[in-house]
């Protein structure tokens, strides 16, 4: 005849077995912290996306009023006056108050030593690698960091993208993203 209890061993085992499959299933159901750091990156992707494209919008726009590159063409003028005569700044410059234009050179003297490099390269190479190198490590260091930083990613594009010429043209634009 057969027990009438199962054996103490048995039972333990069993409820050990349906407590693993609930884990299981648990690890298949909805993952909330998964969920929120992909709902970060992915609502931070599509934030820099959105200005990506109300930057290039804006700049076709208006790009007869003031051209991509324009403040690198500064810098190279600049670069190429200290060359000619030793100070990168013009005469005007030099000789007392006066109202920055875009071509003149507003920066310390020790900024040359960064504009150097790439204004010695032809035109647009230089333009290209000065905006490039920057483009490349900020793609590369995203894909280090962790999930909780990139909003805060996110506000530093915003600032980089509108602190490049497009906020004069659209301050919509700049409010609506921000």
Do not use: K
């Not at 409820?15 to 990156?41: C, N, P, T, Y």
């Amino acid at each position: 005849m057969g027990q009438l209890w199962p054996d103490p061993g048995e039972a333990s085992s069993a409820i050990m077995q349906s407590s693993h499959a609930v884990e299981q299933a648990a690890g298949r159901g909805f993952d909330r912290e998964r969920f929120v750091r992909r709902l970060a990156v992915a609502g931070s992707l599509a934030v820099i996306g959105v200005q990506v494209v109300l930057f290039a919008v804006g700049w076709i726009a208006d790009a007869s009023r003031i051209p991509l590159g324009l403040d690198w063409l500064g810098y190279r003028a600049g670069f190429e006056r200290f060359l000619a005569t030793g100070s990168p700044y013009a005469a005007f410059e030099l000789n007392g108050a006066f109202t920055p234009q875009h071509l003149d050179f507003i920066h310390p003297p020790n900024f040359l030593v960064l504009v150097g490099p790439f204004a010695v390269l032809p035109q647009p190479l230089d333009f290209i690698l000065w905006d490039a190198i920057p483009i490349a490590v900020f793609v590369y260091l995203l894909r280090r960091l962790a999930w909780w930083g990139w909003p805060s990613v996110t506000r530093l594009r915003l600032n980089a993208i509108y602190g490049r010429g497009m906020r004069p043209f659209r301050p919509w634009a700049s409010g609506l993203c921000s």
